[in-house]
């Protein structure tokens, strides 16, 4: 009997599109939101960071034999007992894109904090409506280096954390808070009231970031692609600042802009030591 046959969970594409479970397959990531439903990971950084979070719950766990080697070399508990696969057969659970390394898992979503439980110090994130999980894990990744506190970002249009954003983020996921509300402009202003200095970040800005007094506890507010801010998240900042580029392009993709506006912000308030 084959792999298939005796795991009907590793079946035929054809047959596993009627009846998987969503956050499978595609973009890994652009569906709708359900708080019950598995986190996705793959992916060497991904997996073995999940492992090590002793905050996530793993579900299931999926290992090529020379994964699941490489685990037991380097003495990494799998927290559950894997069942051991051919690659192919994790290519036709995630799609021909997807660079998994020989490791997938299903586990639960992580617990996300509330705003009046984020520290008073350092550096937060705030993303209005960031919705390409690429730069969404470019940015936790970016956050994980800079040791932000957490990342506040709506519950709808956000990217599911999961799939594609996970693999994006290199275990970031384990490190950096999720912080999920309903109202982003409510969050700012809680923000505001709990002392956050909440700059904005737009290329029609009054001062350049790097002229900015800053201040912590400070919260960072980026804006979608394309779009920029909304209307009422500039309003709600305190500051709406740019960022001056000396070249010709002068707009940087938001997760590159995301990382300079960290390293100016880290670097003013002392934080590079």
């Not at 390394?101 to 209005?128: C, F, H, K, N, Y």
């Not at 969404?136 to 506040?152: E, H, P, T, Y």
């Amino acid at each position: 009997m084959s792999a298939k046959e005796r795991n009907p969970r590793f079946q035929r594409r054809d047959d596993r599109d009627r009846g998987r479970p969503q956050g499978f397959g595609g973009r890994h990531g652009a569906r709708e939101r359900d708080p019950d439903g598995p986190a996705i990971l793959y992916g060497w950084h991904t997996v073995t960071a999940a492992l090590a979070n002793p905050e996530r719950r793993i579900r299931k766990l999926w290992l090529t034999e020379n994964a699941a080697r490489k685990l037991a070399d380097e003495n990494i508990d799998t927290k559950v007992a894997p069942e051991i696969v051919r690659p192919g057969e994790i290519d036709q659970r995630l799609g021909p894109d997807a660079v998994h390394q020989g490791m997938l898992a299903e586990a639960d979503p992580l617990d996300s904090p509330r705003i009046d439980t984020l520290p008073q110090d350092g550096i937060v994130l705030v993303l209005d409506q960031i919705t390409d999980p690429h730069n969404v894990g470019a940015i936790l990744r970016s956050a994980a280096a800079f040791a932000v506190k957490a990342i506040v970002t709506t519950a709808r249009h956000s990217p599911e954390a999961t799939g594609v954003l996970a693999k994006s983020a290199s275990g970031a996921l384990e490190l950096v808070p999720l912080v999920l509300v309903t109202n982003l402009s409510r969050a700012l202003a809680e923000l505001n009231d709990r002392g956050f200095l909440t700059v904005g970040l737009d290329s029609e800005g009054s001062a350049d970031l790097a002229a900015v007094e800053l201040r912590e506890p400070l919260a960072l507010v980026l804006g979608a692609e394309g779009k920029g801010l909304r209307q009422l998240t500039r309003e709600t900042c305190n500051v709406v600042a740019r960022l001056d580029m000396p070249g010709a392009i002068k707009s940087l993709n938001v997760s590159n802009a995301a990382a300079l506006a960290l390293y100016i912000g880290a670097s003013r308030l002392g934080l590079m030591r």
